[in-house]
T-cell receptor
Framework: DQQVKQNSPSLSVQEGRISILNCDYT??????FLWYKKYPAEGPTFLISISSIKDKNEDGRFTVFLNKSAKHLSLHIVPSQPGDSAVYFC???????????FGTGTRLQVTL | DTGVSQNPRHKITKRGQNVTFRCDPISEHNRLYWYRQTLGQGPEFLTY????????KSRLLSDRFSAERPKGSFSTLEIQRTEQGDSAMYLCASSKGGQGAPEAFFGQGTRLTVV
């Protein structure tokens, strides 16, 4: 069973525009939601997280939105830059468990 | 460099051979995780240590896999009698645990190719 789903395998956005990456989850008991960015041949890099008690968290160009009723998470990148081109993974963490469960990723390409 | 360090970065081995990977976590982190990532998938949890204690293992971790974290510092992941299906990126991560921020920080991974 796939607890975290990223239904868009790829996304192409023009430089300077907004990138919106989406993630759906199945378990309402998840406590934390995180986004990681991954370049080829490197490990995932932590970007931003949000607790289940919040609905928005912002860090510079990155904003994560949480819609608990829809079990939906999104990452907004504004403005998008060519260096943002990477694979983005959403991940969930429960308070009682200690592991992250990842989605399958969305490849973002920011074009000039 | 105070990040998570993994060695080697790449390993090519013949089927049936044993391999061992090493992970050095961020020094003040007491939690250490091993994940495996194959093409087109997100990282999948393998096992987790709190200090030197191995507290959880995934069903993905067959009997051929063993992990240790002596003295709660670095960790090793050994795969015995490797199979072609073991080819993957093996990722190590560490986190503070407790009431601190939940995010885990990953190393650059070890790419295993079994031929």
């Amino acid at each position: 069973d796939q607890q975290v789903k990223q239904n868009s395998p790829s996304l192409s956005v023009q430089e300077g525009r907004i990138s919106i990456l989406n993630c759906d989850y199945t378990n309402s008991m998840f406590d934390y939601f995180l986004w990681y960015k991954k370049y080829p041949a490197e490990g995932p890099t932590f970007l931003i997280s949000i607790s289940s008690i919040k609905d928005k968290n912002e860090d510079g160009r990155f904003t994560v939105f949480l819609n608990k009723s829809a079990k939906h998470l999104s990452l907004h990148i504004v403005p998008s830059q060519p260096g943002d081109s990477a694979v983005y993974f959403c991940a969930v963490l429960t308070g009682t468990a200690s592991k992250l469960t990842f989605g399958t990723g969305t490849r973002l390409q920011v074009t000039l | 460099d105070t990040g998570v360090s993994q060695n080697p970065r790449h390993k090519i081995t013949k089927r049936g051979q044993n391999v061992t990977f090493r992970c050095d976590p961020i020094s003040e982190h007491n939690r250490l995780y091993w994940y495996r990532q194959t093409l087109g998938q997100g990282p999948e949890f393998l096992t987790y240590f709190q200090n030197e204690a191995q507290l959880e293992k995934s069903r993905l971790l067959s009997d051929r896999f063993s992990a240790e974290r002596p003295k709660g510092s670095f960790s090793t992941l050994e795969i015995q009698r490797t199979e072609q299906g073991d080819s993957a990126m093996y990722l190590c991560a560490s986190s503070k645990g407790g009431q601190g921020a939940p995010e885990a920080f990953f190393g650059q991974g070890t790419r295993l190719t079994v031929v």
